[in-house]
């Protein structure tokens, strides 16, 4: 066996299939033309007759449009306060704590600071706290949240507590050495000629199935309200799966929230303050504040079931 010298070049008997795309792909070029002459033919012989369901269809689409785009088109003020932020919390090294009570005056010293990113004005606010005393726990109630509703600062907190609760957990583990060098899987679509080989190729053969997917106009039609009948049923199975992954859900004691509201920055400093506030037995806490129209926070009002 003798090593051969490599030289690159196109893997003409790999794909020598391509030379059997040809003559039905002229033959689909030709077609296009008489195609436009047999419509223009048509030009004046056939009527269309509107489906009685476009008038109900508009009005019901135009109310809900303008429901969603009254609970949800709004952009909400959002502040995220977690242990992990620079001068948030406590601690020494990784290990940063942060208790319920320095964090309800911490929240409430950022809604009347100077953040020119704060609305002006008459507003209402949603306050929402996550309580806990261990990393894991910490990390398991921002999951929860941040799986309905991700926050760009909660998600990074997640992922940090859950390095330290994994941290703690795994420190005195000893990894088990796998054997060097080891087998690895190749796939050929990350690799760049057979990436794109099999892109343009793949053009090709979906040029060709368009064609082979001819067929009269009235199956076409057919087909094409079978399509919306199963559209339909896929949207609505969609809006079912999200109704259920939030039914049935039991009081979460490690998330607590308040609406308060509508009134000024100074007014809603003053209602968040009020009442009773979480004590310091709660050592890894992090809020959030979202800020905005009674509307517009309604549907993350209901979400978290005020």
């Known amino acids: 066996m003798t090593w051969s ?15 059997n795309l040809t003559a039905a792909q002229d033959l689909a070029v030709s077609e296009l033309d008489n195609t436009a002459q047999r419509l223009s ?9 509107l489906s009685p369901v476009g ?5 019901a689409g135009a109310a809900g449009r303008a429901a969603l785009t009254g609970q949800l088109a709004e952009p909400l ?8 932020q620079f001068g948030m919390g406590q601690g020494q090294g990784k290990q940063r704590y942060l208790s ?3 964090l309800m005056e911490m929240l409430a010293s950022k809604l009347v600071d100077n953040d020119p990113a704060r609305p002006a004005g008459p507003q209402c606010a949603l306050v929402i706290l996550f309580l806990a005393t261990r990393y894991d726990q910490f990390a398991a109630s921002l999951a929860r949240f941040n799986a309905l509703l991700p926050i760009p600062d909660l998600v990074k907190a997640e992922h940090r507590a859950g390095q330290l609760a994994r941290l703690e957990s795994e420190k005195w583990e000893l990894p088990v050495a796998s054997t060097l060098p080891g087998f690895a899987s190749l796939s050929l679509h990350s690799t760049t000629l057979p990436s794109a ?14 064609y082979a997917a001819d067929q009269a106009p009235l199956a076409d039609l057919v087909n094409l309200a079978g399509k919306k009948a199963a559209q339909h049923a896929a949207q609505a199975q969609r809006l079912n799966e999200l109704r259920a992954a939030v039914a049935n859900n039991g009081a979460d004691g490690s998330m607590r929230a308040r609406f308060l509201g509508p009134g000024t920055a100074a007014e ?3 209602a968040l303050l ?4 979480p004590g310091h037995e709660w050592v890894l806490c992090a809020g959030l504040v979202l800020i905005g129209s009674q509307p517009g926070l309604s549907f993350v009002k209901e979400l978290v079931g005020l």
């Open 77 to 84: 003020a959002c502040l995220a306060v977690t242990p992990f």
């Open 55 to 59: 008038s109900p269809a508009r009005s």
């Open 5 to 19: 010298p490599i030289t690159l070049r196109w893997p003409e008997q790999a794909t020598q299939w391509l030379a």
């Open 274 to 277: 009020e009442g009773e506030v």
């Open 100 to 102: 319920a009570p320095n």
């Open 268 to 270: 809603l400093r003053d």
């Open 197 to 210: 080989a099999q892109r343009a190729m793949s053009a090709q053969l979906a040029a060709l199935e368009g």
């Open 41 to 49: 033919v048509l030009d004046g012989l056939a009527t269309t007759d």
